[in-house]
């Protein structure tokens, strides 16, 4: 079993920076792909970044690439995802989640986080 907790989530101004932080407890992470996803209200959950066990593959949604990035430090049991020049369309509840395996843009992980709020003001 994995316990994912975010944080670092708020209010930021558009064009503004905010490091989101998922760690987790139970179980090391280092064999476990990790994800980001976010749901904003009357949209559809959307995926954001993953990253494999590893570190060393990354992917990110045509939304946030070249803004967004993904990190993980198994060490610490923690991931990260580093959101800068943000949006007001970014504005939503934002989502650490883990799987066994190959990571995946499709919503198939084994354990969620409970999410943390990151709204954009314009």
């Known amino acids: 079993q994995v316990q994912l907790v975010e944080s670092g989530g708020g209010l930021v101004q558009a064009g503004g920076s905010l490091r989101l932080s998922c760690a987790a407890s139970?179980?090391?992470?280092?064999?476990?792909?990790m994800g980001w996803f976010r749901h904003a209200p009357g949209k559809e959950r959307e995926f954001v970044a993953y990253?494999?066990?590893?570190?060393?593959?990354?992917r990110y949604a045509d939304s946030v690439a070249g803004r967004f990035t993904i990190s993980r430090d198994n060490a610490k049991r923690t991931a990260y995802l580093q959101m800068n020049k943000l949006k007001p369309e970014d504005t939503a509840v934002y989502y650490c989640?883990?799987?066994?395996?190959?990571?995946?843009?499709?919503?198939?992980?084994?354990?969620w986080g409970q999410g943390t709020q990151v709204t954009v003001s314009s």
């Open positions: 990253i494999n066990w590893s570190g060393d593959t990354t």
């Open positions: 139970g179980r090391t992470l280092s064999t476990y792909a």
């Open positions: 989640a883990a799987k066994r395996g190959m990571p995946t843009i499709y919503s198939t992980y084994d354990y």
